[in-house]
């Protein structure tokens, strides 16, 4: 157990509970307790197995929050596609899921500073013997794949060209596993550090993960998000975060989940290039 203290609420409607734990920086500061969305999908943030909040996005926004005076979390779980809407329906203070940074999603929350970089990768059957390692792939092997509700992995395979009809949104990231697993599909997009998680993790399911791209010109960056204009809580959580990464923490927090120093976020780009782009 962390030295802070954990509550989690799991509730898959993303209502509060009535314990007093805020959806308000305000609010949490006098409080000391404080809510945050989540989409339980490992490694980025889930439930362990004894029902508590882990993950990598909780336990660096515990640490940027401990030295914000802020030591009780509530996680409400919420699908990953509704996130920004319960964020912006206070449900929650803030979204701590690991989230990509994007124009679409600039619109309606504000992102803080980058926090990591990752690739996209398939969980794919052992031995791969349609040989998917690109979006272009699927068409060319006429294959169908999962991907994650509302994330970046079904507009790669847009721009890729890949049928819709290819293409098989889930709501969660145990469906997709099971899925694959099942031969349902063929196999599953996503990011290269939860492909390689789940391989880990079900060393039964006979599967195994392709090798790691970069989709686009630049990589894709994932972090913290906040409701539009709550300047000062995104202010002080970047200044500690910021922290984080410049005395080498942040590597220390989220190696059990997977992340490495590659995952560390180049200083060159920016959130605001991200929005704009």
């Not at 599967?207 to 709550?230: I, K, M, Y």
Request: proline share 5%.
């Amino acid at each position: 157990m962390s030295a802070v203290a954990l509550t989690v609420m799991a509730s898959a409607c993303g209502l509060g509970g009535d314990d007093g734990a805020a959806v308000s920086y305000a609010d949490a500061k006098s409080t000391g307790k404080i809510k945050i969305g989540f989409a339980n999908e490992a490694p980025w943030a889930f439930l362990d197995a004894g029902g508590e909040l882990t993950g990598y996005a909780p336990t660096v926004a515990r640490a940027v929050l401990k030295n914000l005076g802020i030591n009780e979390i509530e996680g409400v779980v919420t699908d990953f596609d509704g996130l920004i809407d319960g964020l912006r329906a206070n449900n929650y203070a803030f979204v701590a899921a690991g989230m990509f940074i994007n124009p679409k999603r600039c619109e309606s929350s504000d992102f803080a500073i980058p926090d990591y970089q990752v690739g996209s990768a398939f969980l794919v059957p052992r031995g791969n013997p349609s040989n998917i390692t690109r979006f272009e792939d699927i068409t060319r092997a006429n294959v169908h794949v999962a991907t994650l509700g509302g994330a970046v992995e079904n507009g790669y395979a847009q721009d890729a060209g890949v049928p819709g009809a290819l293409i098989e949104p889930m709501a969660k990231q145990d469906d997709i596993l099971r899925a694959v697993r099942n031969g349902d599909v063929y196999g599953g997009a996503m990011l290269d550090v939860t492909a390689s998680w789940l391989s880990k993790h079900n060393p039964d399911a006979n599967l195994e993960v392709t090798q790691s791209f970069q989709q686009g010109a630049r990589p894709d960056v994932g972090t913290f998000n906040f409701r539009l204009d709550d300047d000062e809580f995104r202010a002080d959580f970047n200044r500690e975060l910021r922290k984080l990464h410049e005395s080498g923490e942040w590597l220390k927090l989220v190696e059990p989940f997977g992340l490495t120093a590659a995952n560390e976020p180049d200083p060159a780009f920016t959130t605001e290039q991200y929005c704009a782009a």
